[in-house]
């Protein structure tokens, strides 16, 4: 069976994406730049395979996704991922290749939208 490997990524909402990123800069230390932190870590089986973890904000009438926050999964196989989804009756919304990975969106049954994101390895 496949499975979620790890935490891509959190992104959530907010009204004021500056203010909010100087805020959580200098009061948490999340080494935020324009709405935006990139926590860099190597894979454990891995060590010579860098991976990182997203921390981004975004503005409250996005409708990149429709909850107040967002969280992405890292898998390792996304076209297994999906097939199996699919096979349990999951509706997976889209699909998209980038430099960086691959990405699927689906929703859990209360309407929530996952990100599901394959590395690119190197």
Known sequence: ???VTGIGGIF???RDPERMTAWYRDHLGVPAKDG???FVWREKERPEQIGRTVWSL???DS????SAAMI???VSNLDRMLEQLR????IVEKVEDYDYGRFAWIKDPEGNRIELWEAKTK
């Open 72 to 74: 992405n999964y890292r």
């Open 87 to 90: 096979r349990a009756g999951v």
């Open 63 to 66: 409708d990149y996704f429709e």
């Open 1 to 3: 069976m496949e499975s």
């Open 12 to 14: 959530f909402k907010v």
């Open 36 to 38: 935006h932190a990139d």
């Open 58 to 60: 975004f503005p409250a």
